[in-house]
């Protein structure tokens, strides 16, 4: 079936990049894959696509281990922060009813309510990456099936980026504010 390039419309595509592992035109081929490693869609080895969607399961599995292991210490911390924030919410409200000024619990549960957000937040962006990663899955059982759809390996590697930098991102977040070890016990 003819496809159309998505960078130059009126194009059709005709050629595969396999350094960049997408499909592309002529004129995609004369301007930023100039040098690179290209076939013509017609002399596409099935076997090399393949490979490659190999290494999106291999990349995913990856990408799944560290949302398991993020998850677990985000709802780690997030059950902490939940119990934790409970207990300290109903001794500082019996404070504050004995204080004359009521602004102490705000001033005192302020920081621990925004941490206490910020887990949430990343739960939620977990959960957001487990329903990616299902998505993904999806998609390379179907690239199982019908490897010739190429439009479909760029789009895995894009959301596998997208999910690595997302992970990278919480990944940091928890280093920097040590929830990793937030047991407030």
Known sequence: KSQFCSEHPREQIRAFCKNDFTAICFRCYLDQHKNHDVVMLEDINISDLMEKVSEFEGELQS??????????????????????????????????????????????????????????????????????VEIIETDIQNLKEDAADLSVYESIKARLTSNFETLRKVQKNLMAKNLKLANLE
């Open 63 to 132: 990408q799944t281990a560290l949302i398991g292991t993020l998850s677990e210490k985000i709802g780690h911390s997030k059950h902490n922060y939940d119990s934790q924030f409970k207990i300290l919410k109903e001794a500082f409200e019996e404070l504050v009813a004995m204080c004359v000024n009521g602004q102490l619990s705000q001033a005192i549960l302020g920081d621990f309510e925004e941490r206490k957000t910020e887990v949430s937040s990343m739960h939620q962006k977990m959960i957001e990456l487990k329903r990616s």
